[in-house]
């Protein structure tokens, strides 16, 4: 992803919980922007008003109130009063009486929100992470234009177009204002890199850069592939395709289909990545919504690529909206075990609606079922804060380490195509539950997350380290590199440095996994993500658990219940 921060929704982040302080509303909301957005493909203009046809007398009575209020404030009011922001007020409280997913996007936040399903950037084409208030670059993206002007991995940008941005509390949205924009359209920056006295300065065209959801696939061992989807967008299902491609040429006979953490997106990409797992025109997902204008059947109808053969699917309360299609599609067709935790419970078909000023209504048209009949969307009251909180209550109530027993109640039963028993009540039940284990984790390796502490240091590890690194086969790599006591002693003087008192009791608790995460971030500088993930799943609970599902995915591949 151009301009993309390493600590952004689709960031893969091992295994301490973010954390949300400080994070502006837009950025808490943003997930769920996304899990909201397009997922199907229609759009429609706005239009002048019209009344509904369901009740036009009230409709235009309050159209008409709306309208006089707003303009004797406007004309009357004592003092000045911004009509845009009063009504774009007016606008997201009023939706709030409806359902947890209907939303109004001002004009400003549109674009950004809208970018995480894009299928490419216009941009100088860098990774990048924040730490102490500097701008980090973790990585130019291959191809683009900042590895062609040669830009490197740890170079700290201090200055853009001769403005400073070092010291100044600058944001994500801050870097992506500064370093986005049209194809062919140029950016100076000053660079300071180890090594140099003086900054380096470069002046770089931008270009379009393609984003990925596909994080990484590759082969676990001789026979089990592996496939990390993080959202769908609109590059998803061909990315998809050309990684299922290229496990069945390296004679892939089962597969593990990570949708954790997923948010969603577009609808459509997830039910042709269903369809290459379904054979014949098997029911994929419906939706049901007021009267039948909305309503409609997906079914599989293409020859797909992996229609034979085990299939495991892992989602936890992260995965939501079209990766719960995926899940819920191939579990009731019988098709794929799933693993891990229930996840997110995101059912409401939302329908963008562009309005005149460049915002935008994302109004809730429908709602969608799995084929055995399951609503995935759980409960809400609308207007209530509980809903934003179920995750939250979803960890009180330690559903994170054994699963909700009222949720397995004879109401909320429904029967797979083979009369296997599955569960409605709130997204996706998985076949095989996995707790989290936080066995491994600290307040103090959080604190070196959320402080950047861990990024930092293996990026100064890969610069210092460089020649040897490139120079080294990934398998050797993962096979003899190892993170000594000497680095673990590094990493806590830099912890110190960023205010991060040690704890010896923490530290002791977390180290193994903290080896694990420093080889992982210092395996993804040399290798991008084909060197950060196999190193990350081996301290992967729902990972490993997974490999030992394969001789029950395969039974149920070959028609067992």
Same mark, same amino acid.
């Given at each position: 992803m151009?301009?993309?921060?390493?600590n952004s929704?689709?960031?893969?982040?091992p @295994?301490?919980?973010?954390?949300?302080?400080?994070?502006?509303?837009?950025?808490?909301?943003?997930?769920?922007y996304?899990?909201?957005?397009l997922?199907?493909?229609v759009l429609?203009?706005a239009?002048t008003?019209?009344?509904?046809?369901? !009740?036009?007398?009230?409709t235009a009575?309050s159209?008409?109130?709306f309208r006089?209020?707003?303009?004797y404030?406007d004309?009357?009011?004592?003092?000045?009063v911004?009509i845009?922001?009063l009504?774009d007020y007016?606008?997201?409280?009023?939706l709030e009486k409806?359902?947890p997913?209907?939303s109004y996007?001002?004009?400003?936040q549109?674009?950004?929100?809208?970018?995480y399903?894009?299928?490419?950037?216009?941009?100088i084409?860098?990774?990048?992470n924040i730490?102490k208030d500097?701008i980090?670059?973790?990585?130019p993206?291959?191809?683009?234009p900042?590895?062609a002007?040669?830009?490197?991995?740890?170079d @700290?940008?201090?200055?853009?177009?001769n403005?400073?941005?070092?010291g100044?509390?600058i944001?994500n949205?801050?870097?992506f204002k500064?370093?986005?924009?049209?194809?062919?359209?140029k950016?100076t920056m000053a660079?300071q890199?180890?090594?140099?006295n003086?900054?380096l !300065?470069?002046?770089i065209?931008?270009?379009?850069?393609p984003t990925r959801s596909v994080d990484?696939?590759?082969?676990?061992d001789?026979?089990t =592939?592996?496939?990390?989807?993080s959202?769908f967008?609109?590059?998803?299902?061909e990315?998809?395709?050309q990684?299922l491609?290229?496990?069945?040429?390296?004679?892939?006979k089962q597969?593990i289909l990570?949708l954790r953490?997923?948010?969603g997106?577009?609808?459509?990409?997830?039910?042709r990545m269903?369809d290459e797992?379904?054979a014949?025109?098997?029911?994929i997902v419906?939706?049901?919504?007021?009267?039948?204008?909305y309503?409609s @059947?997906t079914?599989a109808?293409?020859k797909g690529e992996?229609?034979?053969?085990?299939?495991?699917v892992l989602?936890?309360?992260?995965?939501?909206?079209?990766s719960?299609?995926?899940? =819920?599609?191939?579990?009731d067709?019988?098709?794929?075990?799933?693993?891990?935790?229930?996840s997110?419970g995101?059912?409401?078909?939302?329908?963008?609606?562009?309005m005149?000023?460049?915002s935008?209504?994302?109004?809730t048209?429908s709602?969608?079922?799995?084929?055995?009949g399951r609503?995935?969307q759980?409960?809400y009251?609308a207007g209530?804060?509980e809903?934003q909180l179920d995750m939250l209550?979803?960890?009180e109530?330690g559903e994170?380490?054994?699963p909700?027993s009222s949720?397995?109640?004879?109401s909320?039963?429904?029967k797979?195509?083979?009369g296997?028993?599955v569960?409605?009540g709130g997204?996706?039940?998985?076949?095989?539950f996995?707790?989290?284990?936080?066995?491994?984790?600290?307040?103090?390796?959080s604190?070196?997350?959320?402080?950047?502490?861990?990024?930092?240091?293996t990026?100064?590890y890969y610069r210092?380290?460089r020649?040897?690194?490139d120079?080294?086969?990934?398998?050797?790599f993962q096979k003899?590199f190892?993170?000594?006591d000497?680095?673990?002693?590094?990493?806590?003087r830099?912890a110190?440095?960023?205010d991060i008192?040690?704890d010896e009791?923490q530290?002791?608790?977390?180290?193994n996994?903290?080896r !694990?995460?420093l080889?992982?971030?210092i395996?993804?500088?040399?290798?991008?993500n084909?060197?950060?993930f196999?190193?990350?799943?081996?301290?992967?609970?729902?990972?490993?658990?997974?490999? @030992?599902?394969?001789s029950?995915?395969?039974?149920l591949a070959?028609?067992?219940?």
């Amino acid at each position: 992803m151009s301009e993309e921060p390493t600590n952004s929704q689709q960031e893969p982040t091992p @295994k301490p919980q973010r954390n949300w302080q400080g994070n502006s509303l837009f950025q808490i909301r943003l997930p769920l922007y996304i899990a909201m957005a397009l997922v199907i493909g229609v759009l429609i203009g706005a239009n002048t008003f019209s009344p509904s046809t369901g !009740n036009p007398q009230d409709t235009a009575k309050s159209y008409l109130k709306f309208r006089d209020i707003l303009s004797y404030i406007d004309r009357d009011y004592v003092d000045t009063v911004n009509i845009t922001e009063l009504s774009d007020y007016a606008i997201t409280k009023m939706l709030e009486k409806l359902d947890p997913h209907t939303s109004y996007i001002p004009a400003a936040q549109l674009a950004m929100a809208r970018s995480y399903l894009e299928g490419d950037f216009e941009g100088i084409g860098v990774e990048f992470n924040i730490f102490k208030d500097t701008i980090y670059v973790v990585t130019p993206i291959s191809g683009g234009p900042s590895e062609a002007a040669g830009i490197q991995a740890g170079d @700290k940008i201090v200055k853009v177009n001769n403005e400073t941005v070092a010291g100044i509390g600058i944001t994500n949205e801050g870097v992506f204002k500064r370093l986005r924009g049209p194809k062919g359209s140029k950016v100076t920056m000053a660079i300071q890199r180890k090594g140099t006295n003086k900054p380096l !300065n470069f002046t770089i065209s931008r270009s379009k850069i393609p984003t990925r959801s596909v994080d990484v696939s590759y082969m676990v061992d001789e026979n089990t =592939g592996y496939i990390k989807v993080s959202r769908f967008s609109a590059n998803t299902f061909e990315e998809f395709k050309q990684a299922l491609s290229g496990l069945r040429k390296k004679n892939m006979k089962q597969l593990i289909l990570d949708l954790r953490g997923n948010p969603g997106g577009y609808m459509d990409h997830a039910t042709r990545m269903a369809d290459e797992f379904l054979a014949g025109n098997k029911l994929i997902v419906y939706t049901d919504g007021k009267g039948s204008k909305y309503d409609s @059947k997906t079914f599989a109808r293409t020859k797909g690529e992996f229609e034979s053969g085990a299939l495991i699917v892992l989602v936890d309360e992260g995965s939501a909206s079209a990766s719960e299609i995926v899940a =819920g599609a191939l579990q009731d067709n019988d098709r794929a075990l799933i693993v891990g935790r229930r996840s997110f419970g995101k059912g409401l078909v939302q329908m963008p609606i562009p309005m005149n000023d460049g915002s935008e209504l994302r109004l809730t048209i429908s709602r969608y079922y799995t084929p055995s009949g399951r609503s995935i969307q759980k409960p809400y009251v609308a207007g209530s804060e509980e809903y934003q909180l179920d995750m939250l209550h979803r960890f009180e109530r330690g559903e994170y380490f054994h699963p909700d027993s009222s949720l397995f109640v004879d109401s909320l039963k429904y029967k797979t195509a083979r009369g296997r028993t599955v569960y409605g009540g709130g997204g996706i039940m998985p076949d095989v539950f996995v707790a989290r284990d936080t066995t491994e984790l600290s307040e103090y390796m959080s604190q070196l997350y959320s402080k950047n502490v861990i990024r930092e240091y293996t990026l100064s590890y890969y610069r210092d380290h460089r020649k040897e690194l490139d120079k080294m086969p990934f398998d050797r790599f993962q096979k003899n590199f190892e993170v000594t006591d000497k680095m673990l002693q590094e990493v806590v003087r830099l912890a110190k440095s960023a205010d991060i008192d040690y704890d010896e009791e923490q530290f002791s608790r977390s180290k193994n996994l903290l080896r !694990n995460n420093l080889k992982a971030f210092i395996g993804r500088s040399v290798y991008g993500n084909d060197g950060f993930f196999p190193v990350l799943h081996e301290s992967d609970e729902e990972f490993q658990e997974a490999l @030992k599902q394969f001789s029950r995915a395969g039974q149920l591949a070959k028609g067992g219940a």
